[in-house]
């Protein structure tokens, strides 16, 4: 069975940082293109980035340079380092494996100005 357990969010001021994990069990996430996503209270859930199995990272326009995918394969972790928040990156965010298709259920990022 796969499962997909994110941690590491929290209640941080504008400015700082965090780093999320998302803890991949039941396959191996180095064959997986591995995603985060987020939710903002309210709003429908947006596509953050994606770490290929090759090691390619994309990312939308609004966190470039300042959220960074990485993938630790011989623990099945990915990371989403979090740098310079800012109150627009409050949401809930969620880690996604695709092609398995499995979802975590989510650490809560919010950022105070």
């Known amino acids: 069975q796969v499962q997909l357990v994110e941690s590491g969010g929290g209640l941080v001021h504008t400015g700082e940082s965090l780093r999320l994990s998302c803890v991949v069990t039941?396959?191996?996430?180095?064959?997986?293109?591995m995603q985060w996503y987020r939710q903002p209270p309210g709003k429908q859930r947006d596509w953050v980035g994606m770490i290929s199995p090759s090691g390619n990272t994309f990312y939308i326009e609004s966190v470039k340079g300042r959220f960074t995918i990485s993938r630790d394969n011989a623990n099945n972790i990915i990371y989403l380092q979090m740098n310079n928040l800012k109150p627009e990156d409050t949401a809930v965010y969620y880690c996604?494996?695709?092609?398995?298709?499995?979802w975590g259920r989510g650490t809560q990022v919010t950022v105070s100005s």
């Open positions: 039941g396959i191996d996430a180095s064959l997986q293109t």
């Open positions: 996604k494996s695709s092609p398995a298709d499995s």
